[in-house]
């Protein structure tokens, strides 16, 4: 009973932690964007969003889903440092191979289209986060349930981010350096926190054989997929937007969505906090009830949300970007559902070993995603709120799909869960 407590209590405060890192992860943006865009315009704004959005398929392909094997295998072999070494030095062989590749097919493809050849340092300047997504080792941290560490981290890099932001961008011409900052802020906290993992957590490279290195790739590669399609789901509007309206009309979209990101973070927190011990205890009464608890909490989130939308888009944007509110409104069931299928995803089908379901539940959605909107871009038609109703029956298929499986597999019971058995 005792040992279950303490598990319990070190969910809860992992929780803590991760929820103190992604509130910042979205404060900062917000606190940063009435400057931005009262300083180096809404379209500028957008142009950035639109390059972020170009960047974060790449940053699928340097992941690779390989962070979801690595704190698997780290959660699995935590005393283990020998075990720990070899994680650590195949997943930055890995990712730095990946990052190589992506590198020079990024530039390739700025230079052949028309619409971002000129503003090609942009894009590399929005790289960046992937070169800090590879020396960060959130994976490792997530693994051991040390989310402290995660959290000092990443929160130093938005608060310096923010500090550089307010120093040195003073006019329109500056958009450039906003992400270059982001960039160079993560690469900096995240080289401290791979400095500090080898210090403290006393691991060493163990140099890996090439069967170990291409096993743990094939691993990853169903994870790929799923994640490849999330990020799809999640950037394709935008990409599309930005490819057949405008900046405007992306950065009215982008700023619509980070209140939607913002209002995913109890799912987004909870699951990583849940994840590890749900894949070590398989308790499917405890996780049955954090299940419900957060629908509760985002279903009240919402409703004051629905309300105070106006008001959060005209501070945020400085009055410049009014629609965004009515698109807010339209991401409302996308959040709810989203919740849902968050963390019915990884925190439950993969931590009870049921990865299939998880990484199918989100291709039909994805498929039906990218014939809509390209249909949309073939056209030269669509609204922004047309790609939002999309969004939402898009989550409603992958949430649906998960909620099935969980049933099915007896991770969770809708009727009765104070029944479950672990």
Not at 63 to 73: C, M, P, Q, Y
Not at 95 to 116: D, E, Q
Not at 343 to 372: C, D, E, Q, R
């Amino acid at each position: 009973m005792s040992g279950n407590l303490e598990s319990h209590k070190r969910v809860a405060k992992n929780t803590i932690y991760l929820t103190i890192m992604e509130g910042v992860e979205i404060a900062i943006p917000f606190l940063a964007l009435p400057y931005i865009i009262k300083t180096v315009t809404a379209d500028n704004y957008g142009k950035i969003a639109f390059a972020q959005s170009i960047v974060a398929y790449f940053g699928v392909v340097v992941d690779f889903g390989l962070s979801i094997v690595a704190a698997k295998e780290v959660a699995s072999h935590r005393d283990d440092r020998t075990e720990l070494g070899r994680i650590f030095s195949t997943m930055l062989i890995i990712k730095f191979t990946l990052l190589s590749v992506c590198l020079l097919s990024l530039n390739l493809l700025v230079c052949a289209w028309s619409k971002t050849r000129a503003d090609i340092l942009l894009y590399n300047y929005c790289f960046g986060v992937c070169l800090a997504d590879v020396v960060f080792m959130k994976w490792l941290y997530q693994g051991i349930e040390k989310m402290f560490v995660i959290t000092l981290i990443r929160s130093s890099s938005l608060l310096i981010y923010l500090g550089l932001l307010f120093t040195f961008v003073k006019g329109v011409d500056d958009y450039r350096r906003i992400p270059l900052m982001q960039s160079g802020c993560m690469v900096f906290t995240s080289l401290v926190g791979l400095f500090l993992m080898v210090k403290h957590e006393k691991i060493r490279p163990v140099m890996p054989e090439f069967a170990y290195i291409r096993a743990f790739f094939r691993k990853s590669v169903s994870f790929f997929f799923s994640r490849a399609s999330l990020t799809v789901n999640s950037k394709i509007a935008t990409t599309v937007i930005g490819a057949t309206l405008g900046d405007h009309e992306v950065a009215a979209y982008d700023l619509a969505q980070k209140i939607a990101r913002a209002a995913l973070l109890p799912a987004s927190m909870v699951g990583q906090a849940a994840y590890p011990f749900n894949a070590r205890q398989k308790d499917a009464r405890f996780a049955t009830k954090v299940f419900f608890g957060l629908l509760l909490l985002v279903g009240v989130m919402l409703a004051a949300l629905f309300f105070m939308a106006p008001f959060c888009v005209r501070i945020l944007s400085h009055g410049k970007l009014p629609e965004s509110a009515y698109l807010v409104r339209m991401l409302i069931p996308y959040i709810f559902i989203g919740s849902m299928s968050v963390y019915l995803g990884a925190p439950m089908l993969v931590a009870w070993g049921h990865s299939k379901p998880f990484n199918h539940s989100v291709f039909w959605a994805t498929a039906i995603l990218v014939l809509t909107y390209g249909i949309f871009y073939m056209l030269k038609t669509g609204t922004p709120g047309y790609y939002c109703l999309v969004l939402c029956l898009g989550e409603l298929g992958v949430a649906s799909y998960r909620l099935y499986h969980c049933i099915k597999y007896k991770i969770i019971q809708i009727h009765d869960p104070d029944k479950l058995n672990s």
